[in-house]
């Protein structure tokens, strides 16, 4: 009882530590930037608008650091999984195949699933790549889709396969020529993409780019 106690007040020390460091952070922004209760009034904005929209970013401020705590700590585990795997230049490969559209949390988690799956992590950036390719055409969240490409192979699941316009269908009929569900969903990707084009960005392309680096942000802040 005495531990647990010693071990939740050394949490909830870190915890105010870093707070207080997204505090300091905060204040050096809002001031690089000039942006001040006397400068706001200056500029035509009430005393109390300016005070508010201070307070607003504040608690968003401290909603991120609280985020990124919990998101830092699911990380630290992960991460040893993915180390694990003892592939490189894997993380490089799987940002670049969704063009940066899912943080690294995610990608690691869907890796070492992947792997646990007994799939090949040699083609895994081509199936990301496709998830990618289809939340942009379907507007679907990228995330999901991501999720769904993994899961529907390693469970070799026709219906989550479907969540990707991947046709129960068009695989049977594939198989029939490659024996192997994978390498049947692998074919079909391929002539999908080849016929696609080459990959142009969109809005929510950036979107969802920006939505993943915040992410990866909050991450590092949870971590210090």
Do not use: C, W
């Not at 007040?9 to 930037?33: G, H, L, P």
């Not at 695989?171 to 192997?180: L, N, P, Q, S, W």
Request: hydrophobic share 40%.
């Amino acid at each position: 009882m005495a531990q647990s106690l010693i071990r939740l007040q050394v949490e909830s020390n870190q915890y105010e530590q870093k707070m207080r460091k997204a505090k300091r952070q905060f204040e050096d922004f809002t001031a690089s930037i000039g942006i001040n209760m006397k400068k706001m009034t200056a500029y035509g904005l009430a005393a109390g608008a300016a005070a508010s929209a201070i307070n607003g970013l504040t608690s968003a401020m401290s909603e991120a650091v609280t985020e990124g705590i919990r998101m830092s700590k699911e990380l630290e585990g992960v991460k040893a999984a993915f180390n694990r795997l003892n592939q490189p230049n894997l993380l490089k490969n799987l940002r670049e195949a969704t063009h940066g559209t899912v943080n690294d949390l995610d990608l690691m988690k869907q890796a070492v699933k992947f792997d646990n799956f007994n799939l090949s992590l040699d083609q895994m950036g081509t199936f990301l790549a496709f998830a990618q390719q289809q939340a942009k055409a379907t507007g679907q969240d990228v995330g999901f889709l991501v999720e769904s490409i993994v899961n529907g192979l390693g469970r070799k699941s026709l219906p989550i396969l479907d969540n990707l316009g991947l046709s129960a269908t068009e695989i049977r009929e594939r198989m029939k020529e490659t024996g192997d569900m994978t390498k049947a969903v692998a074919d079909i990707i391929q002539d999908r993409m080849n016929a696609a084009g080459e990959y142009v960005e969109t809005a929510a392309d950036r979107s969802a780019k920006a939505t993943a680096d915040m992410q990866n942000a909050m991450m590092k802040l949870g971590e210090t």
